[in-house]
Every structure is written in C-alpha cells, then in structure tokens.
C-alpha cells in the first residue's frame, strides 16, 4: 500500500477522530493537514506487519493532536485567558440531536476520543488500545465511564 | 436513551473530511517519492550471520597456526637490520659511545649459526650475549652442557654458574660462561650448533670513553703531583701529597678492573627441550572451538553481571518517563 492510497481510504476517518477529539471542525481542519505531512515524513518507519495503516494514521493524528491541546494550553496561559476561556461552538458531527451535541460538550477530550474511535470510527479495542497508548481493559473502563456521563448528561437534559 | 441507542446514533453521525482538506492531503500525499531501504531483522540477519561464522572460522583455524609460532618462539626482529645496525656500531671513531643491544629471530633448522657481532678493535667494550636452544631430549639437554662447557674451557673461558634440570620427558640448563672477547665470536658459533637456536640476544656496551676520561683526570692529577713535588716539603704538601696519590692509584685501579672485566666477554646459553610442542600434540582438531567457546562464555559472563543492572535501570527510566507522560497527557485531556 503506498501511502497516497493509504491517505485516500482514511482521511476521513482520521477527519473524523480528529473534529471529535478537539471538538472544533477548524482545528480539525488544520491538523488532518498537519498529521498527513507528518505521516508522509514517518511512512518509512510504518510496518504492516505491526499494525494497520488505518491505526498508525490515528496514532500520527492523536500525536497530532496532542502537540495542539500543549500549544493551545501555553497560548491560553501566556495570553492569561485562562479565567475567561475563548469558547468556540462544538460541533462533532453533522445530524446528531441537540441534546446529545450538548451532552458530548460536557465530555472532555480524553472521554471524546474514546467515544469516537471505538463507537464512531467502530475500532475494535485493541487498534483503539494501541492508538492511545493503554490496555485493552483501559479503553473498555474509560468508554464505559465516558458513555455513563452521556447518559446522565441526557438524563439530566430530559 | 439507552447506552445501545446512544452508541447507534453516535455511529449514524460520521464526519467526512471537506472538500478543500481533501484537496490539500491529496497534495501532499502526491510528493511522496520512493521509501528509504528499511532495516528489518531479516536483513541484518542476512548480514550478520556469514560474517559471525567467517569469524567463528577465522579463530578455529588460525589459532592453531598462532600456538605453533608462539612454540617455536619466533622474534619479529630481523637479523638483516640487526646487522646493518652493529655494522654501524662497528666503528669505533665514528661512534665513541657504543651501547647497542641486539635481538636476533629463532633460527630455523636451515641456519644453524647464531648471529655474534665482531667485537671493535683497539676500544675496551662489555660483551654480553644470551642465547635460547632447543633440543630434541633431556639427554641432548645434559650433552649439550657437557659440551659448551668443554667449548669454554677450550677457548680459554670458564662457567660461572650452570643449572640443569632433565626429567623423564622434559629438560631444562642454564649456564652463564665467560669467554675471552676474542673468542665470543667463535663461542656463539659453536654453541649455537648444539641445537636449534629459538631466541638470541647480543649487547654490546663501549667502555673505552670512560677509560679515557679517567686516564685524562689521572694525567692532570700527576701533573698537579710534579707541581706539588717540586715545592718545598711542608706538612700541608706532604699531606696533599699523599692524597694525590692514593687518588691516583685509586683510579689506575679502577681503570685495571674494568680493562681485565671487559676481557671477558658474558654468554648465557638457555638450553631446553620442546615441552609446549609435547602438550600440543595432546590438542584435538576442535581445540580452538573449545578455545573460542570458553572465551564467549566469558563474554557473555561479563554482559549479563554488567548489563543485567544497566538494563534493569533503563527499563525503571523507561517506566518513570512513561508514567509521567501519562499523568501529562491525562491532565492535558481531562479539560472539558
């Protein structure tokens, strides 16, 4: 597999795993870019035997992601908005009910990123394991623990 | 909403990547070029493995070859430029300090006779020569002494100590002899003949400048006592009179010693019978695996005591660095 094909079949997914992880579709515009130029510069080092490219892009993408939410934190402190956070419109997906966008608002990004690799992007618990860089059982425990906060969130809405 | 429904809804709602995002992954997934060669275990197995046996090999063959020189006590010295270095020492009024001290190689059973350096003539010079033999039994260790004893004596020399020692299958002697300088030559010559000459060493010391300084120091000292003499006897002249002259004596006595110990000339023979080559026999044609093997154990000894704690601390560092990074980034994504 060659890795324009490879960014052909995931980049939606990889889209996807990341407007769910930041919760901002204009973030996850700009590093579905960034991880994809990453990801060219390490293919050399991506070995099928080891895993799928579907999850080796993921896990370009969470580091990806994660050198974003460091900067965003620096930023956030240096510019001293802590106290009176910029608060942009979370919007995770197209045609999902208000109450339930409202709900997944209150999930913060470790519980999100759970959600979205094993229930929206259907990853089985291992690839999702390896992604994020836990056990099998973690990511069982954290989905159950994030999807519990949905439904009290809903609960709670209704 | 159940937890099953949420999960169905959840997936119903996937995201597709924009139009102007795809554009731009198909631009950089279109400067992809050719993947650098990857290394892979396979590969460096491909690798490694002819040249661990090339070695395994190199050591079990060549180490039985190396003993074999290591026996027949092969010095890399050669005789070509130990002479050419003693022709050079030869002459006397070209070099007035001589000291040269020579190493000669092992002979083989095709040049018998051992190199001996012409002593320079008309200049007083400490010779000193040793020589290693080799002889097939311990009854050639005892004839052999019995003869260079009998060389000695012939060319007007005598030993000065002798130590032999033969067993059932081995035999050792040293002698140390002394030989008229003029004879060292023919000495070495015809000891050398006694067996096969495995190690030689000839030093050469120039005395004659020494004795020429001490002879000028005695010449200005009569000198000095012709001046005394000549003066009116008083005590104080008779006294340094006479210390003149036992300073005089003193140093024709020293100069008569070193003139009669430079005469002779020193030559140590080292007799012995080939022992190592009797044990060498014994070695098996898979002597030098054996060898090899023992010295990887070895190897693999030291790695384990030393690497076994380093290892235990770099996977203690590995667990720290990974704990905190995890605490970091649970912190990092633990904001709403």
Redesign the interface.
Known sequence: M???QA??EH??D???YL??FTGDRAAA?DL??ET??RA?RL??RFDPERGSARTWLFQVARTTA?DH??SE?RRTRREQLAAVPERYEER??????AD?QAAL??????ER?V?ALR??L?MDANSAARVL??SPTNVTTRLNRA?KK??EA?SVAA | MSQRDLAAELRASRVTAPDEVREHVRLIAAAETAPPRKFTWRRALVVTLPVAAAIAAAIVFTRPDHQQRVVHGVVVTTPDRALDKLDKLGAPARTPALQAQVGAAGSTAGEPKAFAPVPPRGRVVQYDAALSLRVASPTAVSAAVKRALRIATSLGGFPISVHASTQAKSGTADLTLKIPRQHVQEAVARLSALGTITGEQVDLQDLQAGINATNREIARLQQTLATLRAQPQTPVTERKIAALTARIANLQRGTADTRRTAHYATVTLHVATPQRAVHKAHHGPLHGLVVALRWIGIAAIYVLALGAPALLLVGLGWLAVRTIRRRRENALLSRP
């Open positions: 060659t890795f324009a960014a052909e980049l939606d990889v889209y996807g407007a769910w515009d579905a870019g994809f130029e060219l293919w050399h994660l939410f460091r934190r995770f997906a197209e045609g999902l009910a339930l608002g209150a999930l913060n990004a470790g990123e959600v229930i929206v259907d860089g836990i999807l949905l439904e809903l």
